[in-house]
């Protein structure tokens, strides 16, 4: 994937500051441990001589060094052993003085195995799907937002309940057993404030979350390919652990938004990463509209939601100004 340089400058600013984290923390807890147990600074302060005393040893080449050496090694093991020990009977953890890196792997480095880490891509990844979030048209919202008083009561409504508990049960359980969804309904039937809902209450879990229109997606993506723009937004779309696009069938229609909602689609399908479409669309006119490839994929590997009612927007417009 092609990162901006302010994506890479986000990640090494976040790593520094994990560092620095992690390095103050294990400077407190020593600070401690010095005040309760005065030994283990003594301890730890003659290491540090010995390590100069191993050194000096060594580069005199005197015939007894080897066996000085072995000795100052072992003295110095024993010293670490005596720290850990003290410090677990303080803390009842040896490893209290270490530094707790975020990454384990690398340290907070971003280096692991002569590349770079996994805790670093996911960095560069979450810049880069908040910087098209952030450019996005469409707001998160709250699940307290959605009301079902909008839905009449009996059947339509006790459907709609039963679409919430869903939600909220998928969200709770993100990404476990979380397939994709096409919601599929007339203008003003809550699609998008639902889609607005879950992105908030996935996001609130860390996971990297994707909410744009279609129209607003497939354009940043084909100003980029012809360069009238710089970024890589496909490549984003694909990545965001969720990508929810909302009102699907609004953009123009064109080969090359035909292809680009197909490598989204296809792309995150084949990485297993769920991906929310709305559309006011119904299946009969996403077959007119849309090429075989894209309608097998939306019919057949994603969960079709139907929202079902009267147009919502209508209503408050009534409750609030009574006409409508």
């Given amino acids: 994937m092609r990162y901006s340089d302010e994506a890479f400058e986000f990640m090494m600013q976040t790593l520094q500051e994990r560092r620095e984290k992690a390095q103050n923390g294990s400077e407190k807890r020593r600070a401690y441990v010095y005040e309760k147990l005065p030994e283990v600074k003594k301890l730890e302060n003659s290491l540090k001589d010995s390590y100069l005393n191993l ?55 971003g280096k692991a195995d002569g590349k770079r880490c996994e805790c670093a891509e996911e960095l560069l990844k979450e810049y880069m799907v908040r910087s098209l979030n952030e450019s996005s048209s469409i707001s998160v919202q709250d699940f307290s937002r959605f009301s079902l008083e909008y839905y009449p009561q009996g059947e339509i409504r006790d459907r709609m309940a039963s679409y919430l508990r869903y939600f909220k049960d998928y969200c709770a359980n993100f990404p476990d057993g979380c397939n994709s969804l096409l919601f599929i309904g007339k203008t003003g039937l809550g699609k998008t404030l639902i889609s607005c809902c879950m992105a908030k209450e996935i996001a609130s879990r860390g996971f990297s979350v994707l909410l744009v229109s279609a129209p607003d997606i497939l354009r940043k993506i084909e100003d980029e390919h012809f360069g009238r723009s710089e970024g890589s937004t496909l490549d984003s779309v694909i990545a965001a652990d969720i990508a929810i696009i909302d009102d699907l069938g609004s953009e123009f229609t064109s080969p090359f938004y035909d ?35 894209i309608v097998s994929r939306l019919l057949n590997d994603f969960i079709p939601v139907l929202f079902v009612g009267s147009d919502i927007r209508q209503q408050r417009s009534v409750k609030r100004y009574g006409k409508k």
């Fill in 55 to 109: 050194y000096q040893i060594i580069a005199s080449h005197k015939s007894n060094a080897a066996e000085a050496a072995r000795k100052v090694a072992d003295d110095n093991l024993a010293a670490q052993q005596k720290i850990k020990q003290l410090v677990k009977a303080l803390t009842n953890d040896e490893n209290y003085l270490e530094p707790h890196f975020f990454c384990k792997k690398c340290k907070d480095t």
């Fill in 259 to 293: 292809s680009a909602l197909y490598n989204i689609i296809n792309g995150r399908i084949n990485l297993h990463r769920p991906t929310i479409i709305s559309t006011n669309m119904s299946s009969e006119k996403l077959n007119e509209r849309y090429n075989e490839r």
